[in-house]
């Protein structure tokens, strides 16, 4: 069974949708031992980071996302909250990954929104994407380049557009907007 966090900052229903139409059972959920018992945890992100954080801290689900052993997907806001510190709200983070996100410059149009490529690392997640895929954003915050870093993309800077470490995998872009690439993506997730 897989299970999508719910702590109300989340796109639940389409990442949901999403996942069931790969065949897979899945159940949004906040209670701490079905997360803990799942087989793959999805934690997707629309929102804002210290709204988010606070509801994560009181259930404490910060503090089981990061003792989490199965994989995990962070989407979006997911992949955000799974870093260290967010600009957003100077908000303290869970801090699986080790960086910062920040605000994109105000000399570009934010929030990134649309499609756009990356520059690819080898990474399972990503098995059978180009680099000439594109795939959706809408963010107005980065999470900085750093090791963990397994695709990259620019706007005008570069940031991270998939993160891995460990057993935690993460997109800023949104693989349930992603048409078939995101699809791919998902899979790749769901079949690690």
Not at 57 to 64: C, P, S
């Amino acid at each position: 069974m897989i299970a999508i966090l719910k702590y109300n900052a989340g796109n639940t229903t389409s990442v949901k949708n999403a996942v069931e139409r790969l065949g897979f059972t899945c159940l949004v959920t906040d209670d701490l031992e079905i997360i803990q018992k799942a087989d793959k945890v999805i934690f997707p992100g629309v929102g804002e980071a210290s709204t988010a954080m606070a509801y994560l801290k009181e259930r404490k689900l910060d503090i089981l996302i990061k003792s989490l052993q199965q994989p995990v997907l962070g989407i979006c806001l997911g992949l955000q909250l799974l870093c260290k510190h967010s600009e957003e709200g100077d908000t303290t983070c869970i801090g699986v990954f080790e960086v910062e996100v920040k605000r994109f410059p105000n000399v570009i149009i934010v929030p990134h929104m649309g499609w756009n490529v990356m520059v690819l690392k080898d990474n399972k997640l990503l098995k059978g994407i180009s680099e000439n895929d594109d795939v959706y954003f809408v963010h107005s915050y980065y999470a900085e380049v750093s090791d963990d870093t397994t695709a990259i993309c620019n706007y005008g800077v570069p940031f991270s557009a998939v993160m891995q470490k460990n057993n935690f995998y993460a997109t800023q872009f949104h693989p349930e907007k992603s048409a078939g690439v995101g699809e791919r993506i998902l899979k790749n997730f769901l079949n690690l």
